[in-house]
């Protein structure tokens, strides 16, 4: 009798879906496994108003496999022509449920994001006020800071001031890969959370260079050394409500992760809770894992758990080669090896 684990089913409160022929090759593997997904708005262009939200959660309905009742989550890009009144709308809309901050230039597609957060003071506020949360993705772009150190000082230069301005503002900060964030986090107030990805639960930056350079682990932010990913397993692990699961699950054509400038992301969307289960077991804290990825998130944008279970049964499977991503491929995380659990569907 193979090992089962029923939990509740659970959501994705970071991904990247994409658009056109790409979003219909990936929606069905976020659509297996969870409920609902905060869908990143970082298309070219941007989701930047509601109603281009509302067109593209539209065609993020079109896409699925009949038969889903899978909910994308909107976001809005904020930019620095962010309209106050934009906010209202979004909080009204019912589809639109939290404002992605991307630094400009940190990561890909980021080029219409903020320059200078006192530009945006004036959204922030209407967001505060009408109780939109706040997604950062927590790296300074200033080229004189280590790559490795970015998120650390994202945190003492951005992100205490923003608190401070913005008490009542709710804030994830996205995608947390070190001790610091993780320190920072958990000594925070009831409206700060964070999302945590399962590759920097699974990997440190030696995977960036195992058996030569490897550009299918490059992502932003990047992989850390093992006291860092040992830190963050700590936390998804530990039961603490302010940390929840977010994939960033990123999926980029085979051509552009293996190119002379390679691009960020990796694609784990069609292993997703698979990869959190092994995580998890690694670290003997698989009773945890429902927690994570079903009621923290949940609890944190004041939205229903959902009441649909999932089961997944330790059995292993071979994760393919490669999959067809529009007119490309793309290689997933894992790819020609082995995954520790499996979905049980129908
Ligand atoms: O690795 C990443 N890929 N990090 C991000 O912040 C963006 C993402 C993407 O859109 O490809
Ligand atoms: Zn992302």
Request: hydrophobic content about 40%.
């Amino acid at each position: 009798m193979s090992t089962r684990l029923d939990i509740c089913r659970p959501d994705d409160w970071h991904v990247h879906l994409r658009d056109d022929a790409t979003l219909a090759s990936v929606v069905a593997d976020t659509a297996r496994r969870f409920a609902r997904a905060i869908v990143m708005p970082n298309l070219k262009p941007p989701v930047t108003t509601v109603a281009q939200a509302e067109d593209y959660r539209r065609r993020i309905l079109a896409s699925l496999p009949p038969g889903t009742g899978f909910q994308p989550l909107m976001t809005l890009y904020l930019t620095e022509a962010t309209p106050a009144e934009e906010i209202r709308r979004a909080k009204a809309s019912g589809t639109v449920f939290a404002v992605k901050y991307y630094p400009a230039g940190a990561t890909t597609n980021s080029q219409d994001g903020v320059r200078d957060l006192a530009r945006v003071y004036g959204v922030l506020e209407a967001m505060e006020q009408h109780d939109l949360p706040l997604l950062l993705h927590g790296e300074v772009t200033d080229p004189g800071i280590d790559i490795f150190d970015r998120e650390r000082v994202f945190i003492e230069r951005h992100l205490v001031p923003l608190q401070a301005r913005f008490p009542g503002l709710r804030l994830v900060l996205e995608h947390i890969t070190t001790r610091d964030a993780v320190e920072f986090v958990s000594a925070g107030p009831a409206n700060l959370a964070a999302t945590i990805t399962v590759h920097h639960l699974l990997l440190n930056r030696n995977a960036l260079f195992v058996g030569g350079l490897n550009p299918h682990h490059y992502c932003l932010p990047i992989l850390k050394r093992e006291t860092h990913r040992a830190a963050v397993l700590q936390a998804a692990t530990s039961g603490n409500p302010h940390f929840f699961l977010g994939t960033d699950s990123a999926p980029h054509p085979r051509h552009a992760k293996e190119s002379a400038c390679g691009c960020a992301g990796v694609y784990t969307a069609h292993a997703a809770i698979e990869l959190y289960a092994e995580a998890f077991e690694q670290a003997g804290k698989l009773d945890q894992l429902e927690a994570f990825a079903s009621f923290h998130g949940p609890d944190f944008y004041r939205l229903p758990r959902n009441r649909e279970r999932l089961l997944l049964e330790k059995r292993p499977w071979t994760v393919p080669t490669e999959f067809a991503l529009g007119d490309a491929t793309c290689v997933p995380m894992r790819a020609d090896k082995i995954v520790a659990w499996s979905l049980v569907e129908g």
